[in-house]
Nanobody
């Protein structure tokens, strides 16, 4: 079994910054893509950013230039640095990882979510 544990959410004023972390643990041979999604009240979950095992990153248009995704493969951890936060960034942020267990194909895992609230 694999667990994804997120941390770093909270309340911040518009224009501020937060850094989210997500650590994967358990039966892991390797991890392919890792990413961050978010879900605001009454809206569908949406992709924020994704990063490959080699470090290639892609972002939603709404966060380009403000958010940076990175990962530490040795620690099985993915980060999301969020700068110039806006009230519309308020959401529950979820970590996602395509984990390859020993001797198996990849399995998609989700974290429990961490609340980010940006006040105006």
């Amino acid at each position: 079994q694999v667990q994804l544990v997120e941390s770093g959410g909270g309340l911040v004023q518009a224009g501020g910054s937060l850094r989210l972390s997500c650590a994967a643990s358990g039966s892991i041979f390797s991890i392919n893509a890792m990413g961050w999604y978010r879900q605001a009240p009454g809206k569908q979950r949406e992709l924020v950013a994704v990063i490959s095992s080699g470090g290639s990153a892609a972002y939603a248009d709404s966060v380009k230039g403000r958010f940076t995704i990175s990962r530490d493969n040795a620690k099985n951890t993915v980060y999301l640095q969020m700068n110039s936060l806006k009230p519309e960034d308020t959401a529950v942020y979820y970590c996602n990882a395509a984990v390859v267990p020993p001797g198996s194909g990849y399995v998609n895992y989700w974290g429990q979510g961490t609340q980010v609230t940006v006040s105006s």
